[in-house]
């Protein structure tokens, strides 16, 4: 039985196995964080509309290349992406094992502009040594396609 994440405007199906972490009282309601049973996590952020996708890109691939050598990126383009959405892969070795880190920068959609109007982007990242990457990437795909097809409520 899947469970259900409401939060920023999004009601999303997510695994029951995943478990949802608490924010910290400074990290505010406007994303959520899943950790993955095998390791790794997927995690949604809202980004103010004024936020470029290169900066914001730029950004992590530099945060990570602080912490990780030999840090790979690739563009890729995703099942049922929607114009103006990026995707970015990057790789990384952590200890003996390759880490993939799927960074997807989508539209926020109807629902989250409503209940954010200076909503203009969600992040999405999918986190995790590979072998948990791939078994984990269906799963993050079918969350993708919950946010882009997201509608307002229909007025009773």
């Known amino acids: 039985m899947p469970a259900t994440f409401e939060g920023f405007g999004l009601k999303l199906l997510y695994p029951d196995n995943w478990t949802l972490v608490e924010r910290a009282e400074d990290e505010g309601d406007q994303g959520a964080t899943f950790d993955l049973p095998g390791g790794g996590f997927v995690s949604l952020e809202t980004l103010p509309i004024t936020r470029e996708d290169e900066v914001v890109l730029g950004e992590i691939d530099q945060m990570l290349r602080g912490q990780y050598e030999d840090l790979e990126r690739d563009n890729v383009i995703l099942p049922g992406a ?18 993939m880190s799927r960074v997807v920068l989508l539209d926020a959609p109807a629902p989250t502009r409503e209940q954010m109007p200076i909503a203009g982007r969600i992040l999405a990242q999918l986190q995790a040594e590979m072998s948990d990457f791939e078994a984990a990437e269906q799963v993050f795909n079918a969350i993708l396609q919950q946010i882009r097809m997201a509608e307002l409520p229909e007025e009773a």
């Open 82 to 99: 929607a114009e103006g959405e990026r995707a970015v892969d990057l790789r990384f070795y952590y200890l003996d094992l390759v880490v």
